[in-house]
């Protein structure tokens, strides 16, 4: 499979999805990767079945202000000041990039910058949609080492992390942010091709096609009835009757009713606009909107036990929830 001008649309919107309510504006990194593959190229789409076991696979993203994002584009150059640093530190070249993280802004950031620097993008992800810190990765979990890692702008200013956990990492990056005005661009937890098929959110980039061309049902569709603190929504139409309250943070968290939780994180929840049909995100909340609320599943492994103490509820503060039903899972 190639991204290409055709099908960039489809994986955005499902990038968007897999936000989750948060994750940067797509909007602004699909306009980014619309004009790199113009100018470049589609972009090919790897499997980790196909990569040279040597070779190295650089994730890539940004960390930062989504606000900051929404005001300052960027430039066209961070991908090859990560790629020339990572070769430098890890001696050896970088053959693939993946998307540190497929959800909201960095799955499209992810095809702009592989088409700007000519490698193939890797059908994989660290989180198979978004998290808010970078150490919630699935190669956290599996034990790759978070460091060297490199964090840069687009004028090439450029500062290397080593010898840190991951928990350490975010600290330290986060710390950065004030130097370099709110946002970078980030690679971390770099893999040798024989690492991805086991340390990572495999066919990440075919699922965000997926999602953007055919959704799920919602679990219940109305109006926004309440939007301070937690988000509580109306149902309307055959959803008459039903209030669900949805809780959120810079993610959304949990959607519960009658005190039963029928969707929470690792898993993803979207709000779409019933009218645009385009997705919202946690800041656009607001009384009256009419949305549709969805439910993704996330990978696997984050509902193991150690993928729920690094990414589930009680990560994000949300203690004694129990686990929600589970539908079949149609992604």
């Known amino acids: 499979m190639d991204v290409d001008t055709g099908l960039l ?31 470049h190229g589609p972009v090919r789409v790897v499997q980790a079945a196909e990569l040279d076991p040597s070779m190295l696979v650089m994730p890539i993203g940004t960390a930062g202000s989504t606000a900051v994002m929404a ?11 990560l790629r020339d640093k990572i070769e430098e530190l890890y001696g050896a070249r970088v053959g693939a ?18 088409a700007r620097i000519g490698l193939p993008l890797v059908d994989a992800d660290g989180m198979s949609r978004a998290f808010p810190r970078m150490d919630q990765t699935v190669m956290q979990l599996r034990g790759i080492a978070p460091t060297p890692a490199v964090v840069c702008d687009e004028r090439g200013r450029t500062l290397v992390i080593d010898h840190v956990t991951g928990a350490w ?20 937890y770099v893999l040798r091709g024989d690492q991805v098929a086991g340390a990572t959110a495999l066919g990440s980039v075919t699922r965000a096609v997926r999602l953007g061309t055919s959704l799920p049902e919602p ?8 939007a301070a603190g937690s988000i509580l929504i109306e149902g309307l139409g055959p959803d008459q009757g039903r209030l669900v309250r949805v809780e959120a ?29 385009e997705v919202v995100q ?21 509902h193991t036990p150690e993928g729920l103490r690094l990414a589930g509820p009680s990560a994000f503060g949300l203690t004694g929830l129990p686990a929600p039903a589970r539908p079949g899972d149609a992604s």
Not at 97 to 114: R, T
Not at 250 to 274: F, H, R
Request: with cysteine.
């Open 249 to 277: 943070g810079s993610e959304y968290l949990a959607v519960i009713e009658d005190g039963v939780p029928l969707a929470a994180v690792p898993d993803v929840i979207a709000l779409l606009d019933t009218r645009s049909g």
């Open 9 to 39: 649309p489809a994986f955005a919107r499902g990038c968007a999805v897999l936000g989750s309510g948060g994750g940067g504006p797509v909007a602004i990194a699909r306009a980014a990767a619309l004009q790199a593959l113009a100018d």
């Open 71 to 81: 005001e300052r584009v960027g430039g066209v150059n961070e991908a090859a000041y």
């Open 97 to 114: 990039v993946m998307a540190s993280e497929i959800g909201g802004a960095n799955g499209c950031l992810a095809v702009a910058w592989a």
């Open 282 to 302: 946690t800041d656009q909340v607001k009384y009256g909107l009419r949305v549709r609320v969805l439910r993704v599943p996330c990978d696997p492994v984050w």
């Open 219 to 226: 679990l219940v569709t109305g109006k926004v009835a309440e």
């Open 169 to 188: 990492l975010e600290r330290l990056v986060r710390a950065s942010l004030e130097a370099f005005g709110g946002q970078v661009a980030t690679s971390e």
